[in-house]
């Protein structure tokens, strides 16, 4: 069973670890609702895999009771994301 710190920084694997332990699911009957794996929920979870497809990314959402935008997170640029001007004074 993974640990909390073994969720490295997966926003999508926390998330979808956190809302499963809400709703009191474990990850075998989560993955046999969804009809993966569990190995592969677990990888999920995290943060082993780079990227999830999106019917998968959608079963999970379903069956968790929330928005795959919701499981996806919002987007937070990096310092590098940002316009050089942001920076400079005038």
Not at 44 to 56: A, N
Not at 62 to 86: I, K, N, R
Request: hydrophobic share 30%; charged share 30%; aromatic share 4%.
């Amino acid at each position: 069973m993974p640990q909390e710190h073994d969720r490295a920084d997966s926003g999508l694997g926390r998330r979808i670890w956190q809302r499963r332990r809400q709703l009191g699911l474990s990850g075998r009957q989560l993955a046999r609702r969804t009809g993966i794996e569990p190995s592969q929920l677990s990888k999920i979870e995290r943060g082993v895999v780079p990227t999830i497809r999106s019917d998968t990314l959608q079963a999970l959402a379903f069956h968790l009771g929330v928005t795959s935008d919701w499981l996806l997170g919002p987007y937070e640029p990096e310092e590098t994301d940002e316009p050089a001007l942001a920076t400079q004074e005038k």
